[in-house]
């Protein structure tokens, strides 16, 4: 599998300009003030679907229609996904007339779920975790002859991802750090290859929840390495890379530093961003706004863009999380 270039995220932004739109990129005076540098919110969680994941679900798709000749033409589609990836590619499978079906654990939240059954795809949500889901999903397409498309693991989810790292530096060109959450690592990915492209001096940070560090153990050992993820709120970024991810070689080269954040710290950062401004964000895409007053991300100065990735949490989560 090739990873992408800058080239494949301008041919990316080329397709989505008619399905997705640019997101704002909103000032927070709150964490401004509490950081002492300008703090700048990418709200990728007022995308379609309400996570950045439209991006390369839409983009996927798209290329896979040019490849095939037409939707018509294109063979079944299967996708596994901790709930945004699922919830993302159904929206589009459904848009742009694609069979999907998607794997998730059993306890991805209801309302990513009820979304992926809602726009019409197969849904499978009775894995085990989301390594199981991974994993049953490929199995699925390789005996069906259906095409796979990873949540993080395909160059074209990738390269959806990466517009988001062009929009960052035509809206805020003098940002010197950009924060945001890594799973799979296909948004770090494509972020981090639109910027080293065109703002190559910009600090690109990551930042895992404590109880899944699949890229802070792997970097510290120089390979994907196994962990056995633990629970956490940010249940979209849990889990392990497959074998041979190149998410995780992007990263290495992309990617400055990466950070991990307590579960502790993402309940702060959800109830901050209601509170102050005013804004619903997942666990997933908290622990970005939770680095911020960590000192690798603190430390310099100029603009902090963060990469707000996702709104979708069901309600008793958020409001059990609110009022700890």
């Not at 997101?23 to 379609?48: C, F, I, Q, W, Y």
């Not at 694609?98 to 979304?115: E, G, S």
């Not at 902090?304 to 996702?310: F, H, K, Y």
Request: charged share 15%; with cysteine; hydrophobic share 45%.
């Amino acid at each position: 599998m090739t990873a992408p270039t800058i080239l494949d995220i301008y041919g990316a932004r080329r397709r989505l300009q008619g399905p997705v739109k640019a997101t704002p990129l909103r000032p927070a005076a709150s964490l401004s003030d509490a950081t002492g540098r300008p703090v700048l919110l990418k709200l990728e969680s007022l995308n379609l679907t309400h996570s950045f994941k439209i991006r390369g679900a839409f983009n996927s798709l798209l290329r896979l229609i040019e490849v095939h000749g037409g939707a018509s033409r294109c063979p079944r589609v299967v996708t596994a996904s901790a709930g945004n990836h699922g919830r993302a590619m159904a929206y589009a499978a459904r848009a742009l007339g694609i069979d999907l079906v998607v794997f998730t654990p059993a306890t991805a939240p209801r309302t990513k779920t009820d979304a992926i059954r809602q726009y019409g795809a197969i849904l499978h949500a009775d894995a085990p975790d989301y390594d199981q889901a991974e994993a049953r999903a490929r199995a699925v397409a390789e005996k069906d002859g259906a095409v796979y498309i990873s949540p993080y693991n395909h160059p074209d989810v990738i390269a959806g991802a990466g517009t988001i790292g062009l929009e960052v530096i035509e809206e805020c060109p003098n940002a010197t750090t950009v924060v945001m959450p890594l799973g799979g690592g296909g948004l770090a990915s494509g972020i981090g290859i639109a910027l080293r492209a065109v703002a190559p001096g910009l600090r690109i940070v990551g930042v895992e929840a404590d109880a899944s560090t699949p890229f802070t153990t792997g970097l510290s050992k120089g390979a994907i390495a196994t962990i056995e993820a633990g629970p956490t709120l940010a249940d979209g970024l849990a889990g392990n890379l497959e074998p041979g991810s190149i998410t995780f070689p992007l990263v290495q080269q992309v990617v400055d530093e990466v950070v991990t954040v307590s579960e502790i710290a993402l309940i702060w950062a959800m109830r901050h961003m209601a509170a102050e401004e005013h804004l619903i964000v997942e666990g997933s895409s908290a622990v970005a706004l939770a680095a911020l007053h960590s000192d690798p991300v603190r430390r310099g100065s100029g603009p902090i863009v963060v990469i707000v990735s996702g709104a979708n949490i069901d309600l008793p989560a958020f409001l059990a999380a609110a009022s700890s």
